[in-house]
């Protein structure tokens, strides 16, 4: 992506354009970080204590015995919120919705194992293996490139 600022005294007001063949997930990301939209803060509890938790220390997102838990560099948190509104507020560059009940983030990702038939398995940076559901292996190798 290209950026260009250009300084100009009689300019009252900043004003940003985007100038694109098309809307990207990249440019959507820039926008929703420009100032005047509220920043997204993703809390989580572990015990009696909530605590904030940045999204680049996620590893993934998954529901278990009816509950949201992010499992994170820290530990893992009881999320309040549901997977599909996670799924809408986290960052789409780096989270991916692997199954009906769990999202990974990408950057987490230590490898994938493509070798089982018509099934992707996962292996996490926390030593995890999750696998991508049969529904969302399409869209796994469409974000690999494959």
Same mark, same amino acid.
């Given at each position: 992506?290209?950026? $260009?600022?250009?300084?100009? =005294?009689?300019? /009252? ?21 420009? =100032?005047?939209?509220? =920043? ?6 572990? #015990? @009696? ?16 015995? #009816?509950?949201?838990? /992010?499992?994170? @560099?820290?530990? $893992? ?13 986290? @960052? ?9 009940? $769990? ?22 940076? @926390? ?10 292996? /399409? ?5 690999? #490139?494959?």
């Amino acid at each position: 992506m290209k950026v $260009e600022i250009r300084i100009d =005294p009689a300019c /009252a007001e900043p004003k940003i354009v985007v100038v694109t063949d098309k809307m990207t997930e990249e440019i959507s990301a820039a926008v929703r970080r420009l =100032p005047g939209e509220t =920043p997204w803060v993703l809390t989580g509890f572990k #015990g @009696d204590t909530l605590e904030i938790l940045e999204q680049r220390g996620i590893i993934r997102i998954y529901t278990a015995a #009816g509950k949201v838990i /992010a499992a994170t @560099d820290r530990g $893992e948190y009881t999320l309040r919120q549901r997977l599909y509104e996670l799924e809408e507020k986290l @960052d789409k560059t780096s989270f991916v919705r692997i199954s009906n009940c $769990e999202i990974i983030n990408l950057k987490k990702v230590s490898s994938f194992d493509l070798s089982l038939s018509g099934t992707v398995c996962v292996r996490l940076s @926390d030593g995890n293996v999750t696998y991508v559901s049969r529904r969302c292996v /399409a869209k796994i190798k469409q974000v690999l #490139g494959l």
